[in-house]
């Protein structure tokens, strides 16, 4: 048993916080308040610190980092993390593996070969220390594992399969289904498509989120298309990252924020989610129509090359593009000669290679085989503000691993939202920003024992001091780990970063604000790294 003690207590509700103990046993909470010492327990003394639930990030794109044990995520506070998203998942795979690991370069990265959610899910729990892991099964992967290199055709996909598929694997755990309607193969979806995959979803009382066919010039009919689905299948949506991309789109937000009112006053069981930076982070080839990538990269590399549709591409990029020139930086890419790129701008580039930034866009994917990410300064200030503190919105990460420099969000956004947009700027209470990043995605993703410290609820517990939780880390240098989060309890587990309380052997440094608690560490030879709080 232990007895944490002194704390300030968040309970995840959006109550107002309040000072008290919790006694936590076998990973669970057992009691909370005003509460004796027990004879038997160890004590932390918190020394009025915040206590909240782990951080849920309902929203991220570690499916193979997780198993790699990587700190970016629990350094943040968060103790269960939702793969799966936009579309892109890393099951099933049947006979087409290559083919899917091709379709989600850029955003998740490596090999995959497991064959369903229960396979992905068993070893990704097994071998995943630090957090435990939701997924969602993606619509993309699910149309390649069942039309292989003609799941971005036009024509009509063996609907019945799919179907089939989905209801696999939302019977083996996945938590939900995604989509990712920007990105081939799932942008080739027609309506009746995802009304037949929703109403499955619905049927299983799980999550439909979905990236939507446009976050700029068709905001609002992409939002219209994913309420009207969720109208008639009455399955729980969640609109991934909103946002209004681009300045001549910015005024759309307010109406597509009345838009999701409305529905919800209708009874339609929907909310959303945002990242806290005016920045996004995709692949280059978004800005691209996605029907370019019918054949994969290699396909698209043909078309470039062809000059008739490379000119016209380059017409489509100078009046499509909803960003400027000169908000879109290159944040990776593969060939050491373009390696001083990253960091600049298209504007910048194109200037310095004498051609138009459309130009530079398509020989940047030539010169790369395609494989290009970038950073996009999308949105204002003020619809930053809006989605952050508004009443269905939680926060994400949206977190994904570039081999340069990924977006700042992957190992800061918890912190900067708890830093910058709390403390700093004062958007909104403590207790309310808690609220969005445990019990609100723990709501919507059904998880009943996670996100709030109720007795009887997994102690996912994360312990830090609202006066100085943040991050240094920028665009420029964004993997710099954040600071204020001092401990993090996952079940029975200390994780071991826990910067000012455990030295790496597991003991308390004597510097430490808590260095007088008398805790009992060791670790287990199963868990090599975690300290083990019972005796
Ligand atoms: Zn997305």
Known sequence: MLLLR???ILDGTGSPPYRGSMLVSQGRIVSIGDLP???????????????SPGFIDLHSHSDLKVLENRREKSDQGITTEVVGNCGFSPYPCGSHAALLADQNEGILNGPTS?????????????????????????HGALRTAISGPDASSPEPLHLDSLEAALDTA????????????????????????LEALCHIVARHNKLYTTHMRSYSWQLIEALEEQIELARRTGCRLQISHLQAVGRDNWPKQQHALALIEQAHAEGIDIAFDCYPYLAGSTVLTQLLPQATLKDGLPG???????????ARLEQTLQHETAQRWDDIFISSLTTPANRSLIGQHLQTIAEARRCSPPAAVIDLLLEESGKVNIVAFNQSESNLHALLTHPLSSIITDGFYVAERPHPRLAGAFPTFLGEFVRRRNCLSLAAAIHKITAAPASRLGLKDRGNLTPGSIADLTIFDPATIGTTATFESPSLPPHGVHLVIKGQFL????????????????????AHARVTHRTTPETPGELHYER
């Open 495 to 514: 994780l071991p970063k826990s910067s000012s309380l455990l030295d790496n052997r597991g003991i308390l440094p004597s510097g430490s604000p808590l």
């Open 6 to 8: 002194n704390a300030l």
């Open 170 to 193: 939302l019977s083996e755990g996945a938590i939900g289904l995604s989509t990712g309607l920007m990105y081939a193969p799932g942008s080739q979806a027609p309506f009746a498509e």
């Open 37 to 51: 010492i027990p004879s038997d327990a160890d004590q932390l003394d918190l020394h009025g610190m915040a206590l």
């Open 114 to 138: 497991w064959p369903g959610a229960a396979a992905y899910l068993a070893q990704a729990r097994r071998d995943s220390r630090l957090v435990h892991i939701e997924s969602l099964v993606g």
């Open 300 to 310: 698209l590399l043909t078309l470039l090359r062809d000059p008739t549709t490379r």
